[in-house]
């Protein structure tokens, strides 16, 4: 409890506190640094380095067992034929969306309190989309031969169907991976560079100068490296909203009730910014207790997130309620069917759970007190995370189970394998989190320098925003 | 590594003067330029604005590679998907016409960004000449403080201006913390 009344003393100051006023480019350099280069882990790090890599062992198995035995041994069958795999894509993928969210889009309207996340919010997007990645790979049956998917000159004379969404799905999610690793690789650079000045192991300062490609912090480059940075936030905004419309396209272009609809992209974005949000509430809060961060991930920041998953959470109840109204208003028999079947139909206590998880539990966030306190909050991120996964659940399964015709209708039940290989994704996820923080700067350092010039002189070197 | 003789003789390669704020190295710089150095670097932990403009050496050719590429990219992305659907491979499928567009749009637009992306990155590299190992002004004293605390200017042995005494001089007079002599 004594965390708590911490935080509740910071945030009791008045002025919003981005950044603790005791700190100098000196001490932001050796305290982010030296997480890397001097300081023990401590022991949280290893227990969930230790999670981690239980559930990374579960994955590898389940893997295994699936190459050597097929997808037969999922739950998925006729008509369920998507199952665990499109669920838990999405679920990730949607994750992995804030990232670029906090680290693009809030970098072009200037919000200063997406400095001391960011790094860790596009390392989350990098493990959440190799996550995501993985499970249609795994549906393929044959996933080794997932390059079929791309257009390239063949022996068998074949081009891949470029009026599919799944296609689409392939050019998109390729391309978001590649680009947030691009965005997160040059956000790094200068660290790199800090680092490498600053290591005193040969070996460490090889790796660092490697990585860090000879960077010096010239002037001219620096032009030049802000310039391109800023492009790259700007591709990436438009990019991350085509990425997760282009999802929802898998089964808006299709004509199965519940999913025929064109709410579906606005509101497919929404959720994943809202999941995303919760998920790197997840991931700080536990970190900067840990790592002694809560002067530089301060209680601001925590409440700025808490209040974008509100908004972003309201949004997305107002797409379950479009979703009702229009199952009732275009009079189509198997709309309303659909709508009234997940509302009382066999799978109606996940539909509860969705609309109490993402409907009812974040209306607590419009309480201050409720944003501000440690523990409120990671359980609400739990919570939050909990109702993304139900919603793709609620939106696969029973849409596919019962469609037009009741002599093909069926029940989906996941079996073991498939838990295992979603728990070992989080296991991944986990382990390459922890194994991040340890190794490279987990806090942007030559940003958060930047930013403490900045509060301590004012707005005077940013004739940007005077004109704003 | 000393297994073949070195031919290179190290040399005085510049001077480097070292500053506490932003403000002293773009005062410092300003002087510089003013008593007629033109081949100056500043190095920095993190960027400050209006210091390449004191230098001269302001280059926006970033965002004209990258609108280049990304145009190229998307006009690519389209153009591979018209030539798979129209000419190479025409499947009718529900007598839609071959050249369907619109659904052509998501991965034209993903090529675009794709392309523009990597010219972003790999651009700016090349204009910056990095990959770059080494650099004459890495051999300086205390220069790792210049990816930490430290505003550094550095005017290079190769200025027509330049002269070891007089340059040490000026450098003294701008108010730096250091001055240090660049042998490489």
Known sequence: MSQVVHDQEVSDTGQEQLISAEHSNASLTSKIGDIVLKQPSPKQWFVALGFGLIGLSGLLVSIAWLLYKGVGIWGVNIPVGWGFAIINFVWWIGIGHAGTLISAILLLMRQRWRTSINRLAETMTLFAVMCAGMFPLLHLGRPWIFYWLFPYPNALGLWPNFRSPLVWDVFAVSTYFTVSLVFWYVGLIPDLASLRDRAKKRIVQVAMGFLALGWRGSASHWYRYESAYLLLAGLSTPLVVSVHSIVSFDFAVSIIPGWHTTIFPPYFVAGAVYSGFAMVLTIVIPLRSWYKLRDLITIDHLDWMARITLVTGLIVFYGYLTEIFYAWYSGNVFESFMMANRMAGPYSPLYWSLIFCNGIAPQILWWRAARRNIIVLFAMSLIVNIGMWLERFIIVVTSLHADFMPSSWDMYTPTFWDILTYVGTIGFFLTGMVLFVRLLPAIPIAEMKHLLHQKMHGHSHEPEEAKA | ?184
């Open chain 2, 1 to 184: 590594m000393a297994h073949y003789p070195t031919v290179i003789e190290p040399k005085l390669r510049g001077f480097t003067a070292h500053y506490s704020t932003p403000e002293e190295l773009i005062e410092a710089a300003k002087k510089a330029r003013e008593v007629g150095y033109s081949r100056l670097d500043a190095l920095t932990p993190y960027a400050v604005e209006g210091l390449v403009e004191v230098l001269g050496q302001r280059d926006d050719r970033v965002p004209k590679i990258v609108l280049t590429f990304g145009v190229l990219g998307a006009l690519g992305g389209f153009a591979l998907q018209t030539y798979v659907s129209v000419f190479d491979y025409p499947m009718n499928i529900g007598g839609r016409p071959n050249l369907s567009w619109p659904s052509f749009i998501p991965i034209t637009f993903e090529c675009g960004v794709l392309a523009a992306a990597l010219s972003a990155l790999i651009g700016m590299l090349m204009l910056n000449g990095l990959p770059r190992p080494h650099h004459p002004v890495f051999d300086a004293p205390e220069i790792e403080r210049a990816t930490d605390d430290r505003f550094v200017l550095f005017i290079e042995s190769e200025d027509p201006q330049f002269n070891a005494g007089e340059t040490r001089e000026f450098l003294k007079g701008t108010g730096a913390l250091s001055v240090q002599e660049v042998i490489s």
